[in-house]
């Protein structure tokens, strides 16, 4: 009868969790097996088939120049863009965790980026950024400072969508931190405070500390969203584009590869790599996890 109650516990389990396990076979780890093979085969001209070309395609990736720059593009707006968000969203979490007035409205008004179509948030600031009728060259124009071209300059672009993305992703790393900073219990601040230690010492011993876990969640969430940038760059820079080899990322040049230019090969070795710098990172961060995340 035990064993009988264990088996049927067993199956119910099973049964909540197949949709989920289902929804990555089919979504996930078929295509990534199906990319794998495809890194091996240049499609033939007028849909005849693929024809198998072996290392061809790796070879050709490592000696693109385009690949490496874009490599480094994908990284650089990563290193922007992850930083940044992560200490606004602890500010902006921290302070709204706090009793201030309209809160729950604030809360919301972070969050609505992050429920926007991209391609119309990106719309959105290509008009701000516009050269000659932007509203932030306007508004830089009454402080005496001259035209900055937001889109094409190589040296200024990259910096552009970084900030698109930090707007349009805040919102979110915000409200799983408030989330996690409404875990942690008074007790430990009423302590702390009447031990008389500041706020910015109970900050950084209590808060960090506690919010650690939540914290690491977004840190890796973060950093694998960032890497598979798409949307911004796309919208904001065409393949013509003064500031194109500055800015395109991996996965634009996947796109441009398998889409535009039909070399799905080329573009599924390009998309291994990616996949493989986002693995090597994520392991990176659960290995020094350890040193700095406190599971209580």
């Excluded at 088939?49 to 490592?62: A, E, H």
């Excluded at 790599?273 to 986002?278: E, G, H, Q, S, T």
């Amino acid at each position: 009868m035990h064993e009988k109650k264990k088996r049927n516990e067993a199956m119910w389990g099973l049964g909540m969790v197949a949709p989920t396990i289902i929804g990555l076979l089919v979504l996930n780890i078929i295509p990534i097996f199906q990319t794998l093979k495809m890194s091996f085969y240049r499609s033939s001209d007028f849909g005849k088939g693929d024809i198998f070309v072996g290392l061809s395609n790796y070879q050709k990736m490592f000696a693109d120049e385009q690949v490496w720059q874009a490599t480094w593009n994908t990284l650089k707006y990563t290193l922007l863009v992850v930083p940044t968000t992560v200490v606004l969203a602890i500010l902006l979490a921290v302070l709204l965790n706090s009793n201030i007035k309209g809160k729950h409205l604030y809360r919301t008004i972070y969050f609505l980026p992050m429920v926007a179509a991209p391609a119309a948030v990106t719309m959105v600031w290509k008009w701000l950024y516009n050269t000659d009728f932007g509203l932030i060259n306007h508004f830089l124009g009454q402080f005496g400072i001259g035209k900055i071209n937001w889109i094409e300059d190589p040296n200024v672009a990259i910096f552009s969508i970084a900030a698109i993305g930090i707007w349009s992703t805040v919102g979110y790393s915000m409200i799983l931190i408030l989330a996690g900073l409404q875990e942690i219990p008074t007790d430990y601040y009423e302590a702390a405070k009447i031990d008389g230690a500041s706020s910015i010492k109970q900050f950084f011993s209590i808060t960090l500390p506690m919010v650690s876990p939540t914290l690491f969640f977004v840190v890796v969430t973060s950093v694998i969203q960032a890497m598979q940038v798409f949307d911004a760059i796309y919208m904001m820079e065409g393949v013509t584009s003064p500031a194109y080899q500055k800015t395109v990322s991996l996965v634009y040049l996947f796109y441009n590869n398998s889409f535009k230019y039909s070399d799905k090969g080329y573009g599924s070795t390009i998309i291994m790599l990616l996949l493989l710098m986002i693995l090597v990172i994520t392991a990176a961060q659960m290995k020094i996890q350890k040193k700095w995340v406190h599971y209580n």
